[in-house]
């Protein structure tokens, strides 16, 4: 799934079309459309730390790495020590 970064553009604009698809579609107030947001933006989030684990997973298990160092950002997110 991880060829390169086209890959993260694409899933971002099309997770976009759809989100803006469905508010059209349903009749939703102010605070519903924000709840909706959150819950697809912790949706994405989770989505996408598991495929960054999945890919670290593999890169480890090529070179027979047995630790991982990750920092920035990502190192940073609770949610990535987690996994």
Same mark, same amino acid.
Do not use: D, P, W
């Given at each position: 799934?991880?060829?390169?970064? +086209? *890959?993260?553009?694409?899933?971002?604009?099309?997770?976009?079309?759809? #989100?803006? +698809?469905?508010?059209?579609? =349903?009749?939703?107030?102010?605070?519903?459309?924000?709840?909706? +947001? *959150?819950?697809? *933006?912790?949706?994405?989030?989770?989505?996408?730390?598991?495929?960054? @684990?999945? %890919?670290?997973? =593999?890169?480890?298990?090529?070179?027979? #790495?047995?630790? %991982?160092?990750? %920092?920035?950002? %990502?190192?940073? @997110?609770?949610?990535?020590?987690?996994?």
């Amino acid at each position: 799934m991880f060829k390169n970064n +086209k *890959c993260s553009y694409y899933l971002l604009s099309h997770i976009e079309q759809m #989100a803006k +698809k469905m508010m059209k579609s =349903r009749k939703m107030s102010n605070e519903e459309i924000e709840e909706e +947001k *959150c819950n697809l *933006c912790f949706s994405l989030q989770e989505t996408l730390f598991a495929m960054l @684990v999945e %890919v670290t997973e =593999r890169a480890m298990a090529h070179i027979n #790495a047995n630790q %991982v160092l990750i %920092v920035g950002g %990502v190192g940073s @997110v609770i949610i990535t020590h987690q996994l």
